[in-house]
């Protein structure tokens, strides 16, 4: 018998650790490997250190995950950190966003009963970083559920070799808008707000088929895309269209950050299935949705020819506080008895939140939007004792009413109070009120939604 050493990396979010072991193995199947496959580290005393790093020589590294995973669960629960795989120069992290949502409506115009639970968002998957230039991702999406369809959520692959540059193609979420930028971890509400969610549904979100180029660095984020239609069942990728973000921070000190934005996106070719006009709907749920009510904005789907959105964003980090706020006009051409006609939909959102326990939210260039707040401490588990806590509130208003399309006009209200006991966990609970004024469903509603999401 042999001792070969081995080193497992835990990544949180307030840094990362090796987990060393040496594992005793037989000498004639060490002859056999090719090179160990893991990095060199010194002794554990714990247990299932010990496994994981037997089971990452003993299998192959492939059926290794899958059972690593299920190890990683215990080291998730017990420190609040996620493996992080080295072999080599290749890293390999885990991904995962499962979040469930419980709620209902109090108060409404119209009887919506009962509580609704949905597990909103149920991704899975790993990221893969190889020689510091190449960055993989492949990340399968469960949900919703219920009645969600199962699809590909990300499928990209960067090149990030050259300085202050990224070249994407694939399937991921090219940049466009402040919120829609914040990974769903780090949003400040449990859903965006709906102009943020209508505008870029249009050819920038999430599962969208693209090529990317980007260049980001301290103050400022530049990114161009040519995009298609988004993954999945029942979708079709013939759409065509081209989606920009330049974004400035004019002011960047300890305590003050000035975030400046502008967005745009245009669809010269609209999606359509064979034997149907080009066109597109617009639509959002009342920014929440635990599967009680249909979508109060809907234009229902439209024939038309192109179709743009351009905004402008906005925010100011000052020690403990975050502004921010984002406004776009929705331009469509649509052909009507040989006649063009134009529409013009609009919106806008203003927000504010307060870190009352821990890190402020920062600021990343990659993204041009900013993280979560965290703890302010090498500390993952309950922060200061109680976890970090943050208050926000926020007031939209998204306005699809134009010309003889009515797809209703939306003004909403919220706060929310959000809690990370751990580093991964984050709970929160959102109070609502809405009102929408035309479209399918005239409403005025009182909503209370809660979510427990991990994400990591």
Same mark, same amino acid.
């Given at each position: 018998m042999r001792l070969l050493p081995c080193t497992i990396s835990l990544a949180g979010k307030s840094g990362s650790v090796a987990t060393d072991c040496i594992?005793?193995?037989?000498?004639?199947?060490?002859?056999?490997?090719?090179?160990?496959? &893991?990095?060199?580290?010194?002794?554990?005393?714990h247990v299932w250190k010990f496994v994981i790093c037997y089971l990452l020589l003993k299998i192959r590294w492939a059926a290794a995950l899958l059972l690593v995973g299920g190890i990683g669960c215990m080291q998730v629960a017990r420190a609040a950190t996620v493996p992080s795989f080295q072999f080599g120069? #290749?890293?390999?992290?885990?991904?995962?966003?499962?979040?469930?949502?419980?709620?209902? *409506?109090?108060?409404?115009?119209?009887?919506?009963?009962?509580v609704g639970v949905r597990a909103g968002r149920l991704r899975n998957g790993a990221r893969i970083t190889i020689h510091n230039q190449i960055e993989l991702g492949g990340i399968w999406d469960f949900g919703p559920a219920p009645g969600g369809q199962m699809r590909l959520f990300e499928g990209q692959a960067s090149y990030v070799g050259l300085k202050h540059f990224v070249f994407t193609i694939g399937i991921f979420k090219p940049s466009f808008g402040l919120e829609s930028m914040q990974a769903q971890g780090d949003t400040t509400f449990i859903e965006r707000s709906s102009i943020s969610? &209508?505008?870029? /549904?249009?050819?920038?979100g999430i599962e969208r088929q693209a090529v990317q180029i980007e260049a980001h660095g301290q103050r400022y984020h530049v990114a161009l895309s040519g995009t298609a239609g988004t993954a999945g069942p029942g979708e079709n990728g013939n759409q065509r269209a081209i989606v920009f973000r330049l974004v400035g921070v004019p002011i960047r000190m300890k305590d003050l950050l000035i975030h400046i934005g502008f967005s745009g996106e245009w669809v010269f070719r609209a999606a359509h299935s064979p034997g149907e006009k080009p066109g597109m709907a617009f639509s959002d749920y009342p920014e929440m949705n635990v599967g009680l009510t249909s979508k109060y904005l809907n234009t229902d789907r439209l024939t038309l020819n192109s179709v743009g959105a351009?905004?402008?964003?906005?925010?100011?980090?000052?020690?403990r506080f975050l502004f921010q706020g984002e406004?776009? $006009?929705? #331009?469509?051409?649509?052909?009507?008895? /040989?006649?063009?006609?134009?529409? /013009?939909?609009?919106?806008?959102?203003?927000?504010?939140?307060?870190?009352? &326990?821990?890190?402020?939210?920062?600021?990343?260039?990659?993204?041009?939007? *900013?993280?979560?707040? #965290?703890? $302010?401490?090498?500390? $993952?588990?309950?922060?200061?004792?109680?976890?970090?806590?943050?208050?926000?509130?926020?007031?939209?208003?998204? /306005?699809?009413?134009?010309?003889?399309?009515?797809?209703?006009?939306?003004?909403?209200?919220?706060?929310?109070?959000?809690?990370?006991p751990v580093d991964i966990l984050k709970i929160a609970l959102q109070y609502e009120y809405g009102t929408i004024q035309g479209g399918r469903k005239p409403e005025n509603f009182h909503a209370i939604l809660s979510m427990i999401q991990i994400k990591f």
């Open positions: 594992v005793p193995y037989p000498k004639d199947v060490l002859e056999r490997l090719s090179a160990p496959d &893991i990095k060199g580290c010194s002794s554990s005393l120069d #290749v890293t390999i992290k885990p991904y995962a966003t499962e979040q469930l949502d419980i709620g209902g *409506f109090p108060q409404t115009s119209q009887a919506v009963p009962g969610t &209508i505008t870029r /549904n249009i050819a920038a351009f905004g402008l964003e906005a925010a100011a980090a000052w020690k406004a776009y $006009d929705i #331009v469509a051409k649509r052909s009507v008895e /040989n006649d063009t006609r134009h529409l /013009n939909f609009s919106g806008w959102y203003a927000q504010t939140s307060y870190t009352l &326990i821990g890190k402020a939210r920062q600021w990343k260039s990659r993204a041009a939007a *900013f993280s979560s707040p #965290v703890c $302010d401490k090498k500390q $993952d588990v309950l922060c200061h004792g109680s976890g970090v806590l943050e208050a926000a509130a926020r007031y939209s208003e998204a /306005n699809l009413h134009s010309g003889s399309i009515n797809g209703g006009q939306q003004k909403a209200w919220s706060a929310t109070l959000n809690w990370w």
